[in-house]
């Protein structure tokens, strides 16, 4: 983990969401342990844009997440995650555990699932691809 983008992103964390820094670990989930909601998170990128100069979206988190798999492939049509989905989210989220996810992740709540450390390595690609 690039430890300058880790340190932008606890602050911008921070101010957002008005946490203290000790409650900021790579570990923690933004809209579950950190208490963010959608709207929070769409504060969170434009501020990481003006600290970083990266353009990141709440789009591009769900690409990442969902690796560009189509919907129909990647969960039931009940919505819940299938084998596909887990493979691909334990390759963009890999502290999750495939195992004790089958048959009860929604799709709609894929997005709870994703942690500080997650956000940081996303921003951290978007900077190497802004940089080329």
Known sequence: MNPEIYTAVK?????????????????KTILGDLGAESIDLLDILFRLERKLGIKVKVSDIAHHIQGGIPDEEFADEHGIINAV????????LPQIDPEA????????????????????TLVGKHSYADVQ
């Open 11 to 27: 602050s911008t964390l921070v101010d957002a969401l008005g946490v203290d820094a000790e409650e900021v670990s790579p570990d």
């Open 85 to 92: 989905g887990l493979a691909q989210i334990k390759t963009a």
């Open 101 to 120: 996810l089958v048959g009860k992740l929604e799709a709609e709540n894929v997005l709870s699932l994703f942690t500080v450390e997650n956000l940081v």
